[in-house]
């Protein structure tokens, strides 16, 4: 079956940077978006953009823009998504998810939950 | 993006049908999709292209539109479906969540 795993929580200092992996399981990695949303519990859940597997071309969210980097690792059918400069409002659970044409999430990941604190 | 309005709770009593409704400006011309999303958990799509539901969803949830507001409807509400529930659409600029509807089974 479709399964999406991704790595455990983090605890950051503000400044720092973050990296979260998402790996599939149960498909062709390279026939769908990997997306990734954020959610907390001011902003509600957030989209902050999506990778293509196949190409590595990316479309991030403007909020996000010049702060996050998606990558993926196709020989171990793995996406990554990078937060640097960390503050405290990033606290969040970070959730991957598969995607296709649409703009929908059909398969999430369990999360990831990130704690900023000094 | 843009703002996508859902109210924040809903109460039924089991066996019950519910509506949460979601606007926005959008909407007319913008898919609307449904999560579910359970205490603890990832959210699960229940409801995609306004209408359509993916394999394993149980037929007592439907989604329908109406100009710029769009309704997820459970019938014969279960214990079970207690969750939140959030819509989403997108556009050229990005994707938009609404804040979510807290369904509560009385």
């Known amino acids: 079956q479709v399964q999406l795993v991704q790595s455990g929580a983090e605890v950051k200092k503000p400044g720092a940077s973050l990296k979260v992996s998402c790996k599939a399981s149960?498909?062709?990695?390279?026939?769908?978006?990997i997306h990734w949303v954020r959610q907390d519990p001011r902003q509600g859940l957030e989209w902050m953009g999506r990778?293509?597997?196949?190409?590595?071309?990316?479309d991030y969210a403007q909020n996000f823009q010049g702060r996050i980097s998606m990558t993926r690792d196709m020989s171990i059918s793995t996406a990554y998504m990078e937060v640097s400069g960390l503050k405290s409002d990033d606290t969040a659970v970070y959730y991957c998810?598969?995607?296709?044409?649409?703009?929908?999430?059909?398969?999430w990941g369990q999360g990831t939950l990130v704690t900023v604190s000094s | 993006s843009y703002e996508l309005t859902q109210p924040p709770s809903v109460s039924v009593s089991p066996g019950q049908t519910a509506r949460i409704t979601c606007s926005g400006d959008l909407l007319p011309n913008k898919y609307a999709y449904w999560y579910q999303q359970k205490v603890g958990q990832a959210p699960v799509l229940v409801i995609y292209k306004d209408r359509q539901r993916p394999s394993g969803i149980p037929e007592r949830f439907s989604g329908s539109g109406s100009g710029a507001t769009v309704t997820l409807t459970i019938s014969g509400v279960q214990a079970e479906d207690e969750a939140e529930y959030y819509c989403?659409?997108?556009?050229?600029?990005?994707?938009?969540f609404g804040g979510g509807t807290k369904l509560i089974v009385l």
């Open positions: 998810g598969r995607g296709g044409q649409d703009p929908y999430i059909d398969q």
């Open positions: 990778i293509n597997p196949n190409s590595g071309g990316t």
């Open positions: 989403q659409s997108a556009d050229s600029s990005g994707w938009a």
């Open positions: 149960g498909y062709s990695f390279t026939s769908y978006y």
